[in-house]
T-cell receptor, first 114, second 109 residues
Framework: NAGVMQNPRHLVRRRGQEARLRCSPM?????VYWYRQLPEEGLKFMVY????????ESGMPKERFSAEFPKEGPSILRIQQVVRGDSAAYFC????????????FGPGTRLTVL | QKEVEQNSGPLSVPEGAIASLNCTYS??????FFWYRQYSGKSPELIMF????GDKEDGRFTAQLNKASQYVSLLIRDSQPSDSATYLC?????????FGTGTRLKVLA
């Protein structure tokens, strides 16, 4: 009974490159949430997705960031033209039904931008 | 104005003592409240959730909710050094959890 899976666990990119973060929700979960945690700060909501739909992206920066959760395969958070300020831990969480359900977190992807 | 507030700490307690962690929130309509524990460099791990006013106990942990005062707390009895971590309070918002910045707890052996 695998939990939420994220890969890669660590990602190093140079400024201007693209970062692609993947999240596979727990079995039976169809709701995915992405959060970002800057060093010494709390978790900040970025985006909430169901299969093939973005439900709430109010926490996503308007430029360079995008997310998807296709019918088949994992959810992907894409950051284009990364900058040093994008360095953070990115956590994915999933829940079985909707956003009122308990969210379970993956191990996170730690992005470092050189 | 922050929507979920926690004292950042560190809160230091001796081993075996009760640790009391507090959280206030601004949205009166919030219905669900969660406590997560996060060890350094790790992901948040759910400890407890609470929906109703009053106390909810699970082992050494007790969550307390007072919706009138917009206040939720976590008590850890018989604190152990392994409880040393950052404790995140989360409040259900529309489509998302809103997290406090966390309270760092240190249990001294």
């Amino acid at each position: 009974n695998a939990g939420v899976m994220q890969n890669p666990r660590h990602l190093v990119r140079r400024r201007g490159q693209e970062a692609r973060l993947r999240c596979s929700p727990m079995k039976g979960h169809s709701h995915v949430y992405w959060y970002r945690q800057l060093p010494e700060e709390g978790l900040k909501f970025m985006v909430y997705l169901q299969k093939e739909n973005i439900i709430d992206e109010s926490g996503m920066p308007k430029e360079r960031f995008s997310a998807e959760f296709p019918k088949e395969g994992p959810s992907i958070l894409r950051i284009q033209q990364v900058v040093r300020g994008d360095s953070a831990a990115y956590f994915c969480a999933s829940s079985p039904r909707d956003s009122t359900d308990t969210q379970y977190f993956g191990p996170g992807t730690r992005l470092t931008v050189l | 104005q922050k929507e979920v507030e926690q004292n950042s700490g560190p809160l230091s307690v001796p081993e075996g003592a009760i640790a009391s962690l507090n959280c206030t929130y601004s949205d009166r309509g919030s219905q669900s409240f969660f406590w997560y524990r996060q060890y350094s460099g790790k992901s948040p791990e759910l400890i407890m959730f609470i929906y109703s006013n009053g106390d909810k106990e699970d082992g050494r942990f007790t969550a307390q909710l007072n919706k009138a005062s917009q206040y939720v707390s976590l008590l850890i009895r018989d604190s152990q050094p392994s409880d040393s971590a950052t404790y995140l309070c989360a409040v259900e918002g529309t489509y998302k959890y809103i997290f406090g910045t966390g309270t760092r707890l240190k249990v001294l052996a």
